[in-house]
C-alpha cells in the first residue's frame, strides 16, 4: 500500500512538472522582430540615478529583466550623432564606414554639408523639388541590408528619428523605409531612396495631426517638484524653464521645431513608431523584422540645460512612460518572447563648463576662431602671406593644400609644425597631423583612437583632441561636438527574445552590438564589421 502510495505521489509530481513546463512559452528560433532603441545624447548613468521615479515597465525592464552593459562606450575619438549611428548598424568605425561627423567639408565646394544631404535626392511627403537625405556615402553595409539581402528581401527594415541623418544612417541602404519630421509641415516624411510615395498608414498618421495638437500644449514637470532630485535653490547657470508654451511658433519659418526641443517630440516619435508596426505588419510572419527608434529630443538643448538639469530629468521620466507604452503595445501584439530589444544611446551630453567649475573642476571653452587666426599668423611667419587654414570644423584643421602645393612646400611639414603649435593652446590635451594614420597602424591609446575615427577621403589634415571637461566655445559650430578622452561611454542593454538577467562591467564596444545580434540570431555579419559578439550573450 506505501509503495502504490508512493508511485502514485511520485507519478502525479512528474505530470505535474511536465505539464507546467510545457506552458512555459518557448522562444523561436529567431526574433520574428528586433527593436533598437536609440537615445541622443543619453549619459548611461540616468537608468540609475533617475531609477525610483521611472515606471515599472519604462527603462526599468532592461534593468531589472534585461542584461545591462555598464561599460559600454564608441571606441573612436569623436563620438557625435551621424558616425555613432552608422557604428552601431555597421559593427564597425567611421575608418572603414566613412561618416566622420554629422557634417563634413567639402573640399570641391569649399562648404560644411550634411553628411547624408544630397541634391539629387527627392523628399517623399512633400514637395518632389526639396532635396532630401540618403546613405549613400555611407561606405559599408548594415544589419538591415545584411537582412534584406539574406531574406530575400522578405523582412522589411524601417527606422524612425526626429533627424533625417539618424533616420537614414540607422535604416541604411536597402531599407523599406526612413521616417523624420518636417519641421515647417509637423508631418513625417521620408526621400526616393525608399520609396516613391509615403504608405497609407503615414499619410494617414500625419492626417491626425498631432504637432499642431503638441502646439497648444504646455510643458510643465510631470511629478511634483519634490519627486525630483534636482534642488531649485541650488541651481547653477539659470532659472529652470518651465513651463513652456508654443503657439507663438505658429508664426516662425519652422513652427514645428519646438517638437525636437521638448518631450513632445519624443511622444510623438514613439506613436509614429507604433504606427509603423502596425501598418507595416512587422514581427508577424516567419521573416525577422527590424525597427530602429531614435529618440532625440532635448539633443539640441543639452548643452543650454546640461545633463543634470530639472528640465533634463523631467524629459527622461516622461521619456520612460513612452518607452513603457512601446515595449507593453509591440509585446501584447508580436509577443513577448518573439521581440528582442536593445537600449543605447549616441554621443553623450556635455556638461557645461560653467557647471563644473562651480564645483572646482577643469573645464574651459576652446575658442577655435581665435585659435585659428593665430595659427595662420604663426605659419605666415614661416611661409610668407597667405591663407594657410583653408577651413577648421570638428577639431579638424584643413590646410590649403592648393596654396602649399603651389608654394613648393612640404605638406607633412605643414601638418608637423601645425600640430605642434597647437599642442601649446590652453585645453588642447593632443594634435595629431593625420599623415600618421596613413603610415601607422596604432594598437593603443589616443593615436588608435584617433585612428578609428580617420577617414582619408573626408577628414581634415590635423587632429585636436581637447581636455576633459573642455568643448568648443558655442557659435562655432551648429552643435558643439563631445570629444573628450572619457565622453563616449553610453548605455547598452538587451531584453526580450533569448536574453536572459544579467549585468556585466566588462568593457564592450558599441560595434560589438550588431555583431552580437548577428551571432544570435543567424543574420550574416555586415560586410565591414570589426566588431565581436558579446560573450555573456554568445556563451
Known amino acids: 500500500m506505501k509503495t502504490k502510495l508512493t508511485y502514485s505521489i511520485l507519478t502525479f509530481f512528474l505530470f505535474f512538472c511536465t505539464g507546467a513546463k510545457s506552458q512555459i512559452p518557448v ?50 575619438a569623436f563620438s557625435h550623432k551621424g558616425p555613432d549611428q552608422a557604428t552601431l548598424v555597421t559593427g564597425t568605425t567611421p575608418r572603414y564606414h566613412g561618416i566622420t561627423g554629422i557634417e563634413w567639408y567639402n573640399r570641391k565646394t569649399l562648404k560644411t554639408e550634411l553628411i ?18 540618403n546613405a549613400a556615402n555611407m561606405n559599408a553595409s548594415t544589419i538591415g541590408d545584411e537582412l534584406k539581402l539574406s531574406t530575400y528581401g522578405n523582412s522589411k527594415v524601417v527606422s524612425v528619428s526626429l533627424e533625417p541623418t539618424q533616420a537614414v544612417l540607422l535604416a541604411g541602404h536597402a531599407a523599406d523605409g526612413a521616417y523624420w519630421l518636417d519641421e515647417k509641415t509637423g508631418r513625417m516624411i521620408s526621400s526616393d531612396a525608399y520609396m516613391a510615395w509615403l504608405p497609407d498608414w503615414v499619410d494617414a498618421f500625419n492626417l491626425k495631426n498631432f504637432p499642431g495638437f503638441y502646439m497648444k500644449s504646455r510643458w510643465d514637470l510631470l511629478l511634483p517638484e519634490n519627486k525630483y532630485l534636482y534642488d531649485a535653490k541650488k541651481r547653477i547657470y539659470k532659472d529652470y524653464s518651465l513651463p513652456q508654451s508654443f503657439e507663438s511658433n505658429a508664426s ?82 508580436v509577443g513577448r518572447n518573439n521581440v528582442l530589444f536593445f537600449l543605447t544611446g549616441s554621443q553623450r551630453a556635455p556638461i557645461n563648463p560653467e557647471y563644473l567649475e562651480e564645483y572646482n573642476i577643469p573645464s574651459g571653452y576652446f575658442k577655435a576662431d581665435r585659435a585659428m587666426a593665430l595659427l595662420n599668423t604663426y605659419l605666415m611667419a614661416f611661409y610668407g602671406q597667405g591663407r594657410w587654414i583653408e577651413h577648421y570644423y570638428g577639431q579638424q584643421i584643413y590646410l590649403n593644400r592648393e596654396l602649399i602645393e603651389s608654394s613648393k612646400i612640404s605638406f ?42 580617420y577617414n582619408k577621403e573626408h577628414c581634415g589634415d590635423i587632429f585636436l583632441m581637447l581636455e576633459p571637461g ?20 553610453v548605455p547598452l542593454s538587451f531584453y526580450g527574445w533569448k536574453t536572459g538577467r544579467g549585468e556585466s562591467s566588462q568593457p564592450v564596444k558599441i560595434s560589438d552590438i550588431i555583431p552580437t545580434i548577428c551571432s544570435m540570431t543567424g543574420i550574416p555579419m555586415p560586410n565591414s564589421a570589426t566588431g565581436t559578439p558579446i560573450k555573456e550573450l554568445n556563451p
Open 27 to 76: 522562444p523561436p528560433e529567431k526574433p520574428t522582430l528586433i527593436i533598437g532603441i536609440i537615445i541622443d545624447q543619453m549619459h548611461p548613468d540616468y537608468l540609475n540615478r533617475y531609477y525610483n521615479n521611472f515606471t515599472e515597465k519604462g527603462f526599468r525592464v532592461f534593468i531589472d529583466n534585461g542584461y545591462t552593459f555598464s561599460n559600454a562606450a564608441y571606441s573612436y
Open 116 to 133: 547624408t544631404a544630397d541634391e539629387r535626392a527627392i523628399t517623399v511627403g512633400l514637395t518632389p523639388s526639396q532635396h532630401a537625405y
Open 252 to 333: 516662425k519659418p519652422n513652427p514645428f521645431a519646438f517638437l525636437k526641443a521638448t518631450p513632445f517630440g519624443n511622444m510623438m516619435l514613439k506613436d509614429f513608431a507604433l504606427s509603423a508596426i502596425k501598418g507595416e505588419k512587422l514581427g508577424q510572419d516567419g521573416f525577422t523584422d527590424l525597427l530602429f527608434v531614435n529618440f532625440s529630443s532635448l539633443g539640441q538643448k543639452a548643452l543650454e540645460y546640461g545633463p543634470y538639469s530639472i528640465e533634463m530629468e523631467d524629459n527622461y521620466l516622461r521619456l520612460d512612460r513612452e518607452i513603457e507604452d512601446l515595449i507593453k503595445t509591440i509585446e501584447k501584439e
Open 412 to 453: 607633412k611639414e605643414v601638418q608637423d609644425r601645425t600640430a605642434a603649435f597647437m599642442k601649446e593652446f590652453t585645453g588642447v590635451a593632443f594634435a595629431a597631423p593625420t599623415h600618421l594614420f596613413n603610415e601607422n597602424e596604432y594598437q593603443s591609446g589616443v593615436l588608435k583612437k584617433m585612428q578609428e575615427s
Open 470 to 489: 573642455w568643448i568648443e566655445e558655442p557659435g562655432d559650430q551648429n552643435e558643439t561636438e563631445v570629444y573628450g578622452l572619457s565622453d563616449t561611454r
